[in-house]
């Protein structure tokens, strides 16, 4: 008869390098805006996000070096979960979304009338426990819309 929340993890691979803006359209601020336009949704944090802060810069720092293949750069480390002053670095994004319990419970509850008088209300109906299972393919179309707006402005948009 309760409910309870979660996080879900999401992973972006083969993100092209350079999707984003470095001012007011960040890239991971397009997609925090997005996940937080989600129902139940009551945070959204990328690459380390606050695990990081107790890390030194030298720590948390995202080297860039060589790429393997010798054909262009990459970073020693993946720090930022893929995103680098609101770009995207080549490296995979990774971020987590944190979803709140159903409100609606199937336990009594106390709470007030539209006068304010003390009533009891009983949900009932077929009411989930969980919304992850649910807002699964929902991170992951927000997040494929974010990375393909981008994708296409990059396109059209060039300085």
């Given at each position: 008869?309760?409910?309870?929340?979660?996080?879900?993890?999401?992973?972006?691979?083969?993100?092209?390098?350079?999707?984003?803006?470095?001012?007011?359209?960040?890239?991971?601020?397009?997609?925090?805006?997005?996940?937080l336009?989600?129902?139940?949704?009551k945070?959204?944090?990328?690459?380390?996000?606050?695990?990081g802060?107790?890390?030194?810069?030298?720590?948390?720092?995202?080297?860039?070096?060589?790429?393997?293949?010798?054909k262009?750069?990459?970073?020693?480390?993946?720090?930022?979960?893929?995103?680098?002053?609101?770009?995207?670095n080549?490296?995979?994004?990774?971020?987590?979304?944190?979803?709140?319990?159903v409100?609606?419970?199937?336990?009594?509850?106390?709470?007030?009338?539209?006068?304010?008088?003390?009533v009891?209300?009983?949900?009932?109906?077929?009411?989930?426990?969980?919304?992850?299972?649910?807002?699964?393919?929902?991170?992951?179309?927000?997040?494929?819309?974010?990375?393909?707006?981008?994708?296409?402005?990059?396109?059209?948009?060039?300085?």
């Amino acid at each position: 008869g309760d409910t309870i929340g979660g996080v879900i993890t999401c992973v972006i691979k083969g993100c092209p390098v350079g999707l984003g803006e470095p001012e007011f359209d960040k890239l991971h601020a397009q997609l925090g805006a997005a996940m937080l336009s989600i129902n139940a949704v009551k945070g959204f944090e990328y690459g380390e996000g606050f695990a990081g802060v107790t890390a030194r810069g030298s720590e948390q720092n995202d080297i860039f070096v060589p790429a393997a293949d010798s054909k262009g750069i990459t970073t020693k480390t993946n720090h930022s979960g893929g995103i680098q002053g609101g770009l995207s670095n080549g490296q995979d994004i990774y971020f987590r979304v944190a979803f709140k319990p159903v409100a609606t419970v199937l336990r009594e509850q106390q709470t007030v009338d539209t006068d304010g008088r003390p009533v009891t209300l009983t949900a009932r109906g077929r009411h989930d426990p969980c919304v992850l299972p649910r807002a699964v393919p929902i991170v992951e179309a927000m997040a494929a819309m974010v990375v393909l707006d981008n994708y296409l402005l990059n396109k059209t948009v060039k300085i």
